[in-house]
Structures are given as C-alpha cells and as structure tokens.
C-alpha cells in the first residue's frame, strides 16, 4: 500500500473565513460603487488576492493604476483582518477536527494547501496546526488555482505522489486544480457548484471513517 497525503485547503474548508473575505470584499466594492453579490463571491474562492480584486473591478469596469490597486489590497486585507482578531477553535467547521485526529490515529499524512498568505496565524488561532506535517499557501507560490502548484508543492513536501493525493476544496478553482494534478478531489460544499469533483460531501460531518478508510488503501 504507498502512502497517502491527505491535503485541506483552509478558507471555506477548515474555517468559514470565506464569509469574512466575502464582507471585506463587499466593503471595497460599495465604496467604489460596484455591485457585488455572494454569487460573485463563488468566483472569487480559491483565488489570490490579487486576482480577486481585477475580477471586482471589472465587475464595475474600473481602471485603477497600481498605487490605488495596492492601497485597495491592503485597505481589504487589514479589515478582514479585524474579524479574524477573536478567531479561537469555534471557527472551525463542523467535523474537521475529528477527521484530522481520525488520519493522525490512523498514521496518515496531512497538509495544507491554502492560495491565502493569511494562512499561519489561522492554524494557530484555531490551535490545529501540529496537524499539518507541510503546510503550503499564498507566500509559497506563483500559480494560483485552478493551477495546481499549491498542491503539487505540497506532495512533494512530504514525498507522495499526486496520484496518491487526496484534496478537499471549497471552490471550483480548487477542485479543478486537483482534477489536473490527478489527484483525488472531494468536494466540500454544494453539489450544483462543485460538480466536477470526484466526490462532495456538504461538510465533513457527512463523511464517515469508513469512506476515509476507502481513501487510505
Ligand atoms: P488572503 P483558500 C483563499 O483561501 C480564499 O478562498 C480566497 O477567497 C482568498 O482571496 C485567498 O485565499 C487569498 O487569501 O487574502 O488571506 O491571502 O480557500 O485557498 O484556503
Ligand atoms: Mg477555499
């Protein structure tokens, strides 16, 4: 039996940050007068910094030079910050816990592959971190999903091959990352968005050791 890496992306996965970055992003859009709804947000999981904002501002159709764009990115990112200021482990979605202590009994590789730069202080916060022997995220790489560096990056951490890799993904982007990497993709979320992952489970209360047990041989 080779060995398997279980990889989690965080934002939307681990913690329901994506509500947060959905908040900060729909401040931003207000004051620049564009109209921004939660089914645009979908387009935006998964996706860097960066990228999101040039997909809100062609929403509006706003040029911007590179000095407001920075002061944009920043003015986001200090006040998704301020809500994640309290974050303890009542963030983390229902059922991640146990399915990380579920592949630690059971000797399993875990790690982390996250497009977020915030990535760090979540897992401390959140006191999950010893979990993770790799954690890859935004600072690490140059791709951003629906390429698959994050995760191709952190198989290779731990020395597994991306056939024997399982990745659970909030985003399209993510799954679709996992999908060309041809690695194993579990979808967490909602069927009709997620539809192209191999399996999807609406959070992980819904999977049990058994389907997990499947996964490891
Ligand atoms: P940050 P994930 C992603 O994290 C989020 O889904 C996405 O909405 C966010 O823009 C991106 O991280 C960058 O995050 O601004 O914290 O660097 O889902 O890949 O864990
Ligand atoms: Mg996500």
Known sequence: MSKKVFIFDLDGV???????????????????GIEFTPEHNEELKGVSRVRSL????????????????D??????????LSYLVDMDQSELLPGVVAVLKFLKANNQLI????????AR??????NIIHYFDAIVDGNDVSNAKPDPEVFLRACQL????????????????GIQAANT???????????EILHEAE?????????????IKSLMN
């Open 121 to 126: 202080p979540i897992l401390e916060k959140t």
């Open 54 to 69: 040039d997909i809100i501002l062609n929403l509006g159709n706003i040029q911007a030079t590179q000095e407001e764009k």
């Open 181 to 191: 990497a041809k690695m194993k993709s579990i979808g967490i979320g909602e069927k």
């Open 158 to 173: 731990v020395g597994v091959a991306p056939e024997d890799s399982i990745v659970f993904e909030d985003s399209v982007a």
């Open 14 to 32: 681990i913690v329901d940050t994506a509500k947060y970055h959905f908040l900060a992003w729909q401040k931003l859009a207000q004051e620049l």
């Open 111 to 118: 790690a982390l592959g996250s497009a977020s730069k915030n």
């Open 71 to 80: 002061k944009w990115l920043k003015d986001k990112n200090e006040l998704y």
């Open 199 to 211: 399996y999807i489970f609406s959070d992980f209360t819904m999977i049990n050791e058994q389907f």
